[in-house]
């Protein structure tokens, strides 16, 4: 992706220990002048940059960004995130990530953002957001797959991102079919929708809400919600876990696209949450409670009750009273 001159100063700084104006000046054929007003707008965006007439300047923090930049700092994939629109402030990333599909962007298009004012999850429930503190993020897709799978992502990005969370020694579990949680608070949520032309798949839009610095919540979401922060006591760089579950979540893609879901059934149980536990499980007809018994090749979940077991495409399992 094109990089802007902010940007390529930005990168140098990162990539050396102290460059002098004159040195920056020469590297992008621009005037030192143009470097002193760009290394002013670094600050003035929250890095951390320490002057010096004789050295020159060095990148002391560079902070928890969350920008193309950041990201692509711990990037290894071919296609996914190879295009990254990162935006300060949005209503929703879901809804530019549908209008950047329907201009015809490229697969693996991400949609990022630092504070989203009107985000959303399942059921059109209000995602709570504090200010630099969570990931919101939409990515697009174009599989040559049948309309029905497309759900199948869901539990594909949950599997992804969960793989993830725990090799940095985060305890989550799959709340079927789209939450993270830690100790029955959730910490993450997937939303999937699709555009679709006739009985065709035009694109997958996959958004992504993680807490991961808050540190407090409304009263509501107190014994609902957590963070990775409030959960673990550590930090965690915001880039590098959208980096790392592209990486993840790409191999996977890859495979789902050729094999399909079934040789993920045993990994998604991994992870699920009260898997063999006895649960309450509610759709628009009817409140089920019985055994979870995980899933289907399809992805369809599998309740044990006294009539024996029961599968369900869409439904919502019931942990917390509705406020």
Known sequence: MEKTTRDRILQTLMQTDWISG??????????RTAIWKQIVSL???GYQIESNKKTG???IDQGDRLTALAIEQHLQTK?????????????TTQRIAHEQAQQEATEGT???????????????????????????????L???????????????????LSKVLRTLEVPVTIKWPNDLLIADRKVAGILTEMQTEADRINSVIIGIGINVRHE??????TNRATSLKLATGKSFSRAKIVALFLNEFEQMYQRWLVDGFASFVSEWETYADRLN???????RQMTVTGYLRGIQSDGTLQIETEEGIKTFHSAELIYWTEM
């Not at 296609?79 to 209503?91: K, S």
Request: glycine letters at 8%.
């Open 216 to 221: 407090n919540f409304p009263d509501a979401l």
């Open 57 to 59: 300047y060095h990148l």
């Open 22 to 31: 004159q040195e920056l000046a020469d590297q992008l054929n621009i005037s």
């Open 277 to 283: 536990e006895l649960v309450t499980l509610r759709t």
């Open 43 to 45: 600050k003035e965006a």
């Open 79 to 91: 296609q996914l995130g190879q295009q990254i629109v990162h935006l300060e402030e949005t209503e």
């Open 142 to 160: 174009r599989p040559e797959a049948p309309l029905h799978q497309a759900g199948q992502l869901t539990l594909l990005a949950g599997i992804a």
């Open 110 to 140: 991400l949609i990022v953002c630092d504070f989203q004012t009107s985000g959303r999850g399942q059921l059109g429930r209000v995602w709570h957001e504090t200010r630099g503190a969570g990931i919101a993020m939409s990515l697009i």
